[in-house]
């Protein structure tokens, strides 16, 4: 009897031996999974239309030296006085456009990477204006396709945002009057556009040439590359301020400066609508959460 009670005992303990090891190897390949892939809504409609708001994205936290086009989370302490809270951090997704080294040049609204015109995709939005031979709501096939849209005038103009996809479309439409893509002007600049520097003349539409620093590099502090480089630094350098165009830090006039991080320009699939790059400046390496791999339908 004695017998049968000890054998029990060791089936049983044998039994608890394997739930521990099973466990435990459960638990290591959670930590694995949390610690290399994360999980976001989209949290905007800049990525609008290959993401729509809401989209459920997997994104992987490892090896983040992400390529042109890859589809990136960062983080940003961008402040908007509509919807944000000064000081708060919060989550961008947004699309690659320039690598460390790249030079970038936005010239109405085409994009150049080191001189050549950027891949585009048909998901890709932009504004136009439309003319229409009569009112919108008359031409309902129309009317449904296009999810933004206001009407500007009299003339059955309306501004609407439409993929490139949807544009080729309606070009072919004997409904439409015209259709024109809607541009700022180049010759205005916005104070809510990098680098925030009224002598530089740069919008969503025409920005750059801007080269985007390597860590590492080396710049000669010029009054021109003190304006265009001098928010990038003011992230880096704590205690940096510019008097008369020129440079220092801890009170040391500078001639020269050197990145402490490598830089990357982002920008949303919904162009003329995002807040990407062009309104908060490059995006420091180390700034990138993940790069997503997944969305759901």
Not at 188 to 216: A, C, M, Q, T, V
Not at 253 to 269: A, C, H, I, Q, R
Request: aromatic fraction near 14%; hydrophobic fraction near 35%; glycine fraction near 4%.
């Amino acid at each position: 009897m004695k017998n049968v009670n000890f054998n029990k005992l060791f089936v049983h303990n044998k039994i608890i031996k394997k739930n521990i090891l099973y466990f435990f190897i459960a638990f290591i390949l959670f930590l694995i999974v949390y610690l290399s892939i994360g999980i976001i809504k989209m949290p905007a409609n800049d990525m609008k239309d290959t993401i729509h708001k809401g989209t459920v994205l997997l994104y992987r936290k490892f090896l983040l030296l992400p390529n042109h086009y890859d589809i990136v989370v960062y983080n940003s302490h961008y402040y908007d006085e509509s919807d944000s809270t000064e000081n708060s951090i919060y989550y961008f997704i947004q699309r690659v456009i320039g690598l460390p080294g790249d030079t970038i040049l936005i010239d109405s609204n085409k994009v150049y990477i080191n001189s050549k015109l950027e891949k585009t995709e048909q998901s890709f939005q932009k504004n136009y204006i439309i003319q229409l031979t009569d009112s919108l709501e008359k031409f309902k096939y129309i009317d449904s396709s296009i999810e933004e849209k206001t009407i500007i005038s009299k003339k059955f103009e309306y501004a609407v945002s439409l993929s490139q996809k949807l544009y080729l479309q309606l070009k072919q439409d004997a409904n439409i009057i015209d259709i024109t893509h809607e541009l700022d002007n180049p010759i205005i600049d916005r104070n809510d556009i990098f680098p925030y520097e009224e002598s530089i003349s740069w919008n969503k539409h025409f920005f750059g040439p801007f080269y985007l620093p390597k860590k590492g590099d080396k710049i000669i502090l010029t009054k021109n590359t003190i304006k265009i480089y001098y928010p990038i630094i003011q992230r880096e350098e704590k205690l940096s301020t510019v008097h008369h165009d020129t440079l220092f830090i801890n009170g040391k006039k500078l001639t020269e400066y050197v990145f402490k991080n490598s830089y990357y320009f982002v920008m949303g699939d919904n162009r003329d609508n995002a807040i990407d790059s062009r309104y908060i400046g490059p995006i420091a390496q180390k700034d990138i959460v993940g790069i997503v791999f997944y969305k759901s339908k």
